[in-house]
C-alpha cells in the first residue's frame, strides 16, 4: 500500500507531534509515524522543565488546559555548595520570564489527545525503517504497520525519532559531522510518592557528588544523585538512595521521604550531528542533538527545532520559496550550540569529576561563589535557564 502527504513525520514524541501540530494549523498535510504503541509513548518518563518559551508555543498551539492548571510556575532556583543554599531570581534577572514544572509525559498526552480530537490521525505502531530518494523531491519512507510493509511518499521527512531512530543513520556518514562527549558519570533517578524539599529547584554540589532536588506535582518528587557511569540500578536499594540523597542535601531542609516508584540510571552525554538537514530529510531534537540533563535543555531545543522547521515549511508552501528550508541547520544549530555551552558549564560547575585534584575542586567552589554573588553572574544562569530568544531564520 502506498499513501502520499506533504510532510512525512517520523516519530510521535515532543518534537513530531508539535511539528505535526503547527504544520496542521498553517493547512500542510503531514503523516506521523510511531514505531511504539500509544500506551509507551504517553508512558514512557523523561524531562519535566519547560522554558518561557515552550510553554508560550504550548498556549499558541491551544494545549494550555491541563498545563496552565497542573504547571508549577518556578520563578527561581537554588544553588546549594558548602552546605549553605543561594538562590537564583530567575524572573527578576529576565524581565518576568519563568520556567513551568510538567513533565515530558504529560505534554506528550495532550498533543496526541488534542491531535487525535481535532481528527488528525497519529500511526502508533507504524516501524519506519528505511528511507529512499532524500535526495530528490519525492521521498519515500518504508514502515511496517499491521503485520504489513507499506510505504509513504512525501514532499519532505522529518525526521524526530529520537537518538537511536533511523532517520540520522540514513544520512552517509561523510555527509554528517559528529561532535560527542561522553561524561564520567551518569545520575541515578527516582520519583517518589512525597512533597518535593522545597517549592523551587535545589541543584547541590556536594564532596560525595551533585545531587537535583526537583518533582513533577506538590505531591511528587523527581531526585537525582550523580553516579558512576556504569553504575547498575540494582546496587541501589531505596534505602541507600535516601540516605545519599540526605547527605548531599544536608540537615536543612528537611528531605520527605515516600515510596519510590521508579528508579533508573541515566548516562550523561554531549552529542551534536551536523548539518540537520540532508536533502529532503531534516532532523529535529534528540535525532539531531542530546545534551546533559543539568541544563534542562532536551525537549526545549526539540520545540525550538520545529518551530523553526515549521516556519521554513510553511514559507515553502506559501511563497514556493526554499530559502528558509535552505537556512534551517545554520539557524538552529547557533542555539543548539549555546545550549550545550550552558548544560556543559552547568555540570562542570556541579559535579565532581574523577580527575579533579584540590586545586580544580577550590575553582569549582569559587565559580559558584561568584555566580551566586554577581548580579551579572546570576544573570547569565538565569538567560540561559529560561531559554534566550529565538533566532530569526
Known amino acids: 500500500m502506498t499513501m502520499r502527504t506533504q510532510v512525512g513525520i517520523v516519530g510521535a514524541g515532543p518534537a513530531g507531534l508539535l511539528l505535526a501540530h503547527l504544520l496542521d494549523r498553517a493547512g500542510i498535510d503531514c503523516v506521523v509515524l510511531e514505531a511504539r504503541s500509544r500506551a509507551y509513548c504517553e508512558e514512557r518518563q523523561r524531562a519535566g522543565l519547560l522554558e ?10 491551544g494545549v494550555r488546559d491541563r498545563l496552565a492548571h497542573e504547571g508549577l510556575v518556578h520563578r527561581g532556583l537554588a544553588l546549594r555548595f558548602e552546605g549553605v543554599s543561594h538562590r537564583i531570581p530567575l524572573s ?16 506528550v498526552k495532550d498533543l496526541i489527545a488534542a491531535r487525535l480530537e481535532q481528527g488528525h490521525d497519529i500511526r502508533f505502531e507504524a516501524e519506519a525503517f528505511a528511507l529512499e530518494g532524500l535526495d530528490t523531491s519525492s521521498p519515500v519512507i518504508s514502515f511496517r504497520e499491521g ?40 545520575w541515578i533517578g527516582i520519583l517518589s510518592e512525597s512533597p518535593p524539599v522545597s517549592d523551587e529547584l535545589i541543584y547541590v554540589n556536594h564532596e560525595r557528588g ?6 513533577r506535582t506538590p505531591h511528587v518528587s523527581r531526585l537525582y544523585l550523580q553516579c558512576e557511569s556504569d553504575e547498575h540500578i540494582a ?74 522547521l515549521s516556519r521554513a515549511l510553511i514559507a515553502f508552501y506559501t511563497e ?14 547557533k542555539r543548539v ?41 546570576m544573570t547569565t544562569l538565569a538567560e540561559n535557564y529560561v531559554g534566550l530568544p529565538f533566532e530569526d531564520l
Not at 527578576?92 to 505534554?107: A, F, M, R
Not at 531512530?165 to 564520567?184: F, K, N, T, V
Not at 538512595?241 to 541515566?266: F, M
Not at 567552589?365 to 554573588?373: M, S
Request: net charge neutral.
Open 235 to 308: 546496587n541501589w536499594p531505596d534505602d541507600r538512595i535516601w540516605e545519599e540523597l540526605r547527605v548531599r542535601l544536608g540537615k536543612e531542609p528537611a528531605l520527605p521521604q515516600g515510596a519510590v516508584t521508579q528508579k533508573n540510571v541515566t548516562p550523561m552525554r554531549s552529542f551534536v550531528a551536523a548539518p540537520m538537514r540532508h536533502g529532503a530529510l531534516f532532523l529535529a531534537g534528540d535525532a539531531a542533538h542530546i545534551v546533559p540533563p543539568t541544563g534542562a535543555k532536551g525537549l526545549n531545543l526539540a520545540a525550538a527545532d520545529v518551530r523553526m
Open 320 to 333: 514556493r520559496s526554499p530559502r528558509l528550508l535552505d537556512r534551517y541547520s545554520d539557524v538552529c544549530l
Open 210 to 215: 551533585f545531587a537535583l532536588f526537583t518533582m
Open 52 to 61: 518561557q518559551g515552550t510553554v508560550d508555543l504550548l498556549n499558541e498551539l
Open 147 to 186: 503485520g504489513r510493509e507499506r510505504t509513504l511518499t512525501c514532499d519532505f521527512v522529518a525526521g524526530c525519532d529520537g537518538f537511536h531512530g533511523i532517520c540520522r543513520p540514513a544520512i552517509r556518514a561523510s555527509a554528517l559531522s559528529i561532535y560527542e562527549r561522553d561524561y564520567p558519570f551518569g
Open 337 to 377: 550550540w549555546k545550549a550545550q555551552r550552558f548544560s556543559w558549564w552547568m555540570t562542570s560547575m556541579l559535579h565532581r569529576f574523577p580527575h579533579h585534584t584540590p586545586f580544580e575542586r577550590r575553582m569549582q567552589l569559587a565559580e559558584l561563589d561568584y555566580i551566586t554573588g554577581s548580579h551579572a553572574g
Open 92 to 107: 527578576d534577572l529576565t524581565g518576568g520570564k519563568s520556567v513551568v514544572i510538567y513533565g515530558q509525559t504529560e505534554v
